[in-house]
């Protein structure tokens, strides 16, 4: 979750970069960029640099909590500025995909759906005002807030789902590594304290454990040898090789 938090504390960053860039560059080259859109790009800058080096990564809540307001809403409000602001020249519609797969991926469904509705209200309040300046356009302009808004509602509904089937296998897997490293701790205590030697080795001949009664039949003193290591290091070893090999070619006979 911190690595996720990061990774879209610092792309919310490099979008701010972005567009105080693009936008400081079309008022230099006089196309119409205004100062309120460069004011709009810079708070922006400020907002999502000030998260990200200050803010610490922490699970959202089920509903529009203060992290939302810090976040997405910052990113929704400055979108929406912008488009408005531009007065369709530019569409930023696709910015918004940004909030909607931060609430899709770090907070719950309801977080996400909540975010996207929103999202597409503002859209079809841009294209309502939009049409008050080009009536004729008015049917376009709706049927692309609608096709946006839809398009956003399934891509916050797919992600939430992926992101909560990964984030439970990741569970599974970490639970199981977790008992895997438990077994094999048993099993080294296990083994340590019998009074029979064993070796355990692989089909390339190294040893990769052996018990201290293993250690004493080979004469193995403790600085003989370091694990893991070959039983072809020894002359005196070549018959537990050769043991080793006739027995790894019987399935039924497990060498231990």
Not at 127 to 133: D, P
Not at 175 to 183: D, H, I
Request: charged share 15%.
């Amino acid at each position: 979750f911190a690595r996720l938090w990061h990774g879209f504390m610092t792309a919310r960053v490099m979008i701010a970069l972005m567009l105080l860039v693009m936008q400081a560059s079309a008022y230099l080259m006089g196309q119409g960029a205004s100062f309120l859109v460069l004011d709009v790009c810079t708070l922006y800058l400020v907002a999502t640099l000030a998260v990200r080096m200050l803010g610490r990564p922490r699970q959202p809540g089920q509903t529009f909590d203060r992290q939302w307001v810090t976040t997405i809403a910052v990113d929704v409000i400055a979108f929406s500025a912008l488009q408005f602001f531009q007065g369709g020249s530019v569409n930023y519609t696709a910015l918004f995909a940004m909030p909607v797969l931060l609430a899709a991926v770090l907070g719950s469904l309801a977080l996400a759906l909540g975010t996207t509705s929103v999202v597409a209200l503002l859209l079809l309040a841009d294209a309502w005002w939009g049409s008050l300046q080009a009536p004729a356009e008015l049917a376009a302009r709706f049927l692309q807030a609608g096709l946006a808004g839809t398009g956003l509602f399934i891509v916050a509904f797919l992600t939430h789902q992926l992101a909560s089937r990964l984030s439970q296998e990741e569970e599974v897997a970490q639970r199981s590594a977790r008992e895997a490293r438990v077994q094999t701790r048993v099993n080294e205590l296990v083994i340590e304290n019998l009074t029979d030697g064993i070796l355990v080795i692989d089909r390339n001949h190294v040893v990769r454990a052996a018990n201290p009664a293993a250690r004493v039949l080979l004469d193995w003193t403790d600085g003989a040898a370091h694990l893991p290591f070959t039983l072809d290091s020894r002359p005196g070893w070549q018959p537990l090789t050769r043991l080793a090999d006739t027995r790894s070619q019987r399935p039924s006979v497990r060498l231990v």
